[in-house]
C-alpha cells in the first residue's frame, strides 16, 4: 500500500500562483509514476498532468497545460506541480495518484491509478 500525502493548498488571488507537492511512502515497487488530478464542485475528477517514464517528462491535461509545470520534488517520490496565472474555476480539491511503473497505460485514466491522496483545497477567489 502506497501512501500519499499532498500539501500546498490554500487561498490565492486571481492571477497567482500556488505550488502544490505531493510525497509517497511505503513504495516497494521499483518505480513510481505520479499524476495530479483534480475535481471542482459537482464536476467530475478531472486529469491534471504527471510525470511519466523515468518521471523527467511531464505529460499534460488540456485544463491547465499552459499555466503549469509538474516536476520531481527534492524528495525521493515526491512530485510538485507549481500553478500560475491561477483562475477562480482552478477551485478544486487537487489531488496526487500514483502507480507503480508496468509498461503503457492511459495517462489520464482515473482508474489506471490504484493510490490516492486525501487531496489539498485550491481556492481562487479574491
Known sequence: QVYLVESGGGLVQPGGSLRLSCQASKVTGAWLEMAWFRQAPAKDREFVGALIGSGDKPYYGDSMKDRIIISKSGTKNGVQ???????????????????????????????????WGQGTQVTVSS
Do not use: K
Open 81 to 115: 506541480v507549481q500553478m500560475n496565472n491561477l483562475r477562480p474555476d482552478d477551485t478544486a480539491v487537487y489531488y496526487c495518484a500514483a502507480r507503480y511503473s508496468n509498461g503503457p497505460y492511459d495517462v489520464s485514466g482515473l482508474n489506471e491509478y490504484p493510490y
